[in-house]
């Protein structure tokens, strides 16, 4: 089992979530739950423990996100081919993926922890260059993988059954 599948399984990604996921909508602001953590987590400087609110706050977005959005009408858009390629990618070791999309995904996750590495210092010290960086870096890598995701997913989705099942976006 991948590490992706095992983070999925811990958030409850159902077959319906994922598709609710794949709404542009719910995947563009999902890139304000890393912020809305950093903060979070920041406020600790002016809030005390009380900052257990905001973290919690944040923590619910993260879970509530992929959940509150109706399917998509459709999987035209950058960011909907971008999550379906993340569930491709997931499934990699049930069906493997090309060889030339095995390397790019790693190296990317990889930066974006270096990123977090950045703000986990920054926020800890409460210094805002280390944080800006680490977060910059962060999603550099992230963005450029679901742009990985993307071309994944336009080479995977008629891969098998289940995958072409995933194209169907209508309102049921």
């Not at 996921?21 to 809030?47: C, D, E, K, Q, Y």
């Not at 977005?61 to 959940?67: H, L, S």
């Not at 997913?153 to 169907?168: F, K, L, S, V």
Request: proline share 6%; glycine share 6%; net charge neutral.
């Amino acid at each position: 089992m991948t590490i992706e599948r095992t983070i999925a399984q811990i958030f409850r990604m159902d077959d319906e979530t994922w598709l609710r996921h794949a709404n542009p909508w719910s995947g563009m602001l999902r890139l304000t739950a890393f912020p809305a953590l950093i903060i979070a987590f920041w406020s600790r400087l002016w809030l005390g423990w009380w900052a257990v609110i905001p973290v919690i706050i944040a923590l619910l977005w993260i879970w509530f996100n992929p959940r509150i959005f109706q399917k998509p009408q459709s999987l035209d858009h950058w960011m909907s081919r971008g999550v379906l390629g993340e569930r491709v990618w997931l499934n990699r070791d049930a069906v493997p993926v090309p060889v030339y999309h095995r390397t790019a995904p790693d190296i990317l996750s990889a930066v974006s922890a270096i990123g977090l590495l950045f703000v986990i210092w920054g926020v800890l010290v409460f210094d805002p260059w280390p944080t800006l960086f680490g977060a910059v870096l962060a999603y550099m890598g992230k963005l450029w993988f679901v742009d990985r995701m993307v071309w994944l997913w336009n080479d995977m989705q008629n891969a098998t059954p289940e995958y072409q099942g995933w194209r169907i976006c209508k309102e049921d």
